[in-house]
């Protein structure tokens, strides 16, 4: 690991100033299971760390006024573990099981794999398809930017220079609701080749709605808009006949995990289980 | 707010059971500040995160020492391998454990191991080997293949076979 200024930040304000003095070489550290490999590899070379990891206020799991708030540094261990997001939003649950290893899921936060925005990860998956709403302050004002659109592209997001993310607002499952999370990796604690994550309500066996998005097929996460738009009516038995809907608004890229025709192939398959596993649960079954 | 421009931070760990204060850069890893302090049962396999043979608990949970900077986990309780021995210096429960079910063999994975199940076992939860596998993911071993491992854990943990 090679040289860099550190800094300790204490607050999210204390952090937003440290940034906006240190410049746009600077980079937050919080648990730093994404940003500390890069860093071990050469690939990330910041000239400085602020490290938000101690700040006070974001470490709360709180549900209230029909919104479950998550404060940016809690980790996803915690999350994992929390009755109260098992509670409100199983999906969240289930998707964080998935991320790295336990080891990494020890030291790893909410906030940071959001931030680190890489397109195959799991979380912000679920988020983009839970519709979940960021809170973002760059140390005075502070504004909300929707999950869809926080992820702009490979490691991209849409903080703008000197914005941290606090917390994050996740709107409970509301009842009658199921989920489905599959996804496909290489090795255990892989990220996923493609990772697929569903809510959907039925009533008499005939879904009623439905979310679908993909990881791993795109830049950033994908909603399924064809399949979301055709599923509702579709007698859940039926829904594998939707699966070109699935991949109709795909094209992965071929990089050196698989090819795009795999991704592909991969998207069809697992989008269709997380959806019926989600139309399973829906109506009280265990997929 | 503390600055440390590339400078020396002074940290203090209690590693098993004794304070340690070391002066060094504020990028150096735990992983690279415990070995230079002696304790080289901790070790550097993939320098990202996947080997687990860096394994340490930091305040009771397991963690990638060289995913971690010193700096960052200052005042923390840091244990290793090596404080999982008796006091008399004989190898621990878990370690005799691994010994008896074969569970090492070039031996350098186990120190991360004998740590990720450590923390594993002290949680005190029922243990079966799904879980046993599910809790040692992140922890490579090319030699034994793991079947020697996981009946090291179930029999610690009680939910073992007899011994024969």
Redesign the interface.
């Known amino acids: 690991m090679s040289g860099f200024a550190y800094v300790r930040a204490r607050s999210v304000e204390e952090a937003a100033s440290a940034v906006r003095e240190l410049g746009p070489e600077a980079k937050l550290l919080a648990g730093g299971q994404s940003l500390l490999p890069l860093v071990n590899l050469g690939l990330a070379r910041p000239a400085a760390l602020v490290d938000i990891g101690g700040a006070e206020g974001l470490g709360e799991v709180e549900r209230g006024n029909g919104t479950l708030r998550i404060g940016a540094l809690v980790r996803h261990r915690i999350l994992e573990t929390s009755p109260v997001v098992a509670d409100a939003q199983p999906l969240l649950t289930a998707a964080v099981g998935h991320v790295g290893s336990p080891r990494v899921r020890n030291r790893g936060t909410l906030g940071g794999s959001l931030c680190h925005a890489d397109p195959s990860a799991e979380l912000p998956l679920a988020m983009s398809v839970l519709e979940a709403e960021y809170e973002v302050t760059d140390g005075g004002g502070s504004r909300s930017i929707a999950a869809a659109a926080f992820a702009v592209s490979f490691f991209t997001t849409a903080l703008s220079e000197g914005e941290i993310l606090t917390h994050v607002r996740v709107p409970p499952a509301a009842p009658g609701t199921g989920w489905g999370f599959r996804e496909m990796t290489r090795r255990a604690g892989d990220f996923a080749v493609v990772a697929a994550a569903a809510v959907a309500t039925c009533r008499e066996g005939i879904v009623e709605s439905m979310r679908l998005g993909l990881a791993g097929v795109a830049d950033r996460p994908t909603r399924c808009r064809a399949f979301e738009a055709e599923a509702p009516g579709t007698p859940v038995e039926r829904l594998a006949d939707l699966g070109d809907a699935v991949v109709a608004d795909v094209d992965p890229p071929t990089d050196t995990a698989a090819s795009g025709a795999y991704r592909t192939r991969l998207a069809h398959v697992l989008g269709v289980r997380a959806a019926a596993d989600a139309c399973a649960r829906a109506m009280g079954r265990t997929p | 707010?503390?600055?440390?421009?590339?400078?020396d931070?002074s940290v203090t760990l209690t590693v098993n059971g004794r304070d340690v204060t070391r002066t060094r850069?504020?990028?150096?890893?735990l992983l690279?500040w415990l070995r230079e302090a002696g304790f080289v049962d901790a070790r550097l396999g993939c320098?990202?995160?996947?080997c687990?043979a860096c394994?340490v608990l930091v305040d009771g949970?397991?963690?990638?020492s060289?995913?971690?900077?010193a700096?960052?986990v200052d005042g923390s309780e840091v244990r290793t391998a090596v404080g999982l021995s008796e006091d008399d210096g004989s190898v621990g429960a878990l370690q005799r454990a691994f010994l008896h079910h074969g569970a090492v063999q070039c031996g350098f994975c186990t120190s991360g191991m004998l740590m990720?199940a450590t923390?594993l076992v002290e949680r005190g939860e029922p243990l079966d080997r799904e879980r046993v596998t599910?809790?040692l993911?992140?922890?490579l071993c090319r030699c034994t293949g793991y079947d020697g491992i996981v009946e090291a854990i179930l029999a610690v943990s009680g939910s073992g076979a007899p011994p024969a």
């Not at chain 2, 320098?47 to 996947?50: A, D, F, K, L, T």
């Open positions: 707010m503390t600055a440390h421009a590339s400078a931070v850069p504020a990028h150096v890893s690279r320098g990202e995160g996947v687990g394994t949970a397991a963690v990638g060289c995913l971690v900077l700096v960052q990720a923390e599910a809790a993911e992140g922890n």
